[in-house]
Nanobody, 124 residues
Framework: QVQLVESGGGLAQAGGSLSLSCAAS????????MGWFRRAPGKELEFVAA????????HYADTVKGRVTISRDNAKNMVHLQMNSLKPEDTAVYYC?????????????????WGQGIQVTVSS
């Protein structure tokens, strides 16, 4: 069983930056692809970014491409999401997720373990 705990959320101004982190425990971190999703108020869960087991391959949603970077540190069992040029529409609860599959996926049903989520609020 894998436990995921997000940290680093909070309030930021439009145009600013925030960095989210996710600490994993209870499994072999390097055997999971990792992803970030978000749910904005009144909206469906949305894919943000994903990274392969090794960290070599990444995938981003078009809505964040060029503004967001996902990275991982397998030695520390951590995955990070650096968000720059924030927009009010980035306001959401952000979730870290782990996928035991081989491919880097943007489909939420491919992910097996989820964190509790962390709030990110971007003011205009």
């Amino acid at each position: 069983q894998v436990q995921l705990v997000e940290s680093g959320g909070g309030l930021a101004q439009a145009g600013g930056s925030l960095s989210l982190s996710c600490a994993a425990s209870g499994g072999t971190f390097s055997s999971y692809a990792m992803g970030w999703f978000r749910r904005a108020p009144g909206k469906e869960l949305e894919f943000v970014a994903a990274i392969s087991r090794s960290g070599i391959n990444t995938h981003y949603a078009d809505t964040v491409k060029g503004r967001v970077t996902i990275s991982r540190d397998n030695a520390k069992n951590m995955v990070h999401l650096q968000m720059n040029s924030l927009k009010p529409e980035d306001t959401a609860v952000y979730y870290c997720a782990a996928d035991v599959g081989v491919l880097v996926s943007n489909w939420r049903n491919d992910y097996d373990y989820w964190g509790q989520g962390i709030q990110v609020t971007v003011s205009s």
